[in-house]
């Protein structure tokens, strides 16, 4: 089983959209695939299960007096299930500070979904946490997706100091370019020329696209209402180049 993370310490950037579509495409290609949706907000969840959510009882599951498997619901796609969030996740950090046992718990709630799952996907709140360093604990990869914009790159280099100055594998994290929109001579330039920090910058990227937004309206992942739309053909080589590069199968 492999364990991989959207993460982004800013908001904005089409993390949680990358998130469901790429999971969705696990799932769809015939793996059996677990979204959590770690981030309080819930639209990771909302996209694949509208009307679920968590339990709320994080002291217990922190404590591993609740199993992490009672969480786990249906969706209405083949292969893929989810974790719900809901608001009581706004201090799951709290929870981890005070009842965690060391800085292997999410590991740990983790690996019993490996008699399951050959996927685990999880979508996480843009902070750099406790619960971040778990996330980077856990994880084969951590997938960032970054608007080619300088406050963006920042936010980017902050990160992959945070997890080198915490001996957390920066070499786990890997950026790809996200909401590029082709017009504007910034993001054709930092496309054309990305900095020398961006290491294992991936090849695909996401454009910024209408249909996109429309994730919202319908409570759908992309693929499902539009399998043909350009983004939907980006988010297909995204998780292609993800698959490929964490070595997923």
Partial sequence: MKTIAFYNLKGGVGKTSAA??????????????????????????????????????????IQGKLPVGRLVTATAYEKLDLIPSDLAYRDLDLAIRRHADGD???????????????????DCPPSLSELAEQVFAATDAVLVPLIPAPLCL????QTRAFVKDKGLGHKRLYPFFSLVDRRRSLHRNLRADPPASLKRLL?????????????????????????????????????????ETVHIS
């Fill in 20 to 61: 469901v579509n790429c999971a969705w495409l696990a799932a769809a290609s015939g793996l059996r695939t677990l979204f959590w949706d770690l981030d309080p907000q819930g639209a990771g969840g909302w996209y694949l299960a509208p009307g679920e959510s968590g339990s709320g009882k994080l002291k217990k599951l």
């Fill in 104 to 122: 292997r718990t999410l590991s740990k709630l983790i690996s019993p979904f490996g008699e399951e799952y050959s996927l685990v996907v999880l």
């Fill in 154 to 157: 920042r936010t980017y280099e």
């Fill in 203 to 243: 090849k695909a990227e996401i454009p910024y696209a209408a249909v996109v937004e429309r994730m919202g309206d319908r409570a759908l992942p992309l693929p499902v209402f539009a399998p043909n739309d350009r983004a939907t053909q980006a988010y297909r080589a995204l998780w292609q180049e993800i698959a």
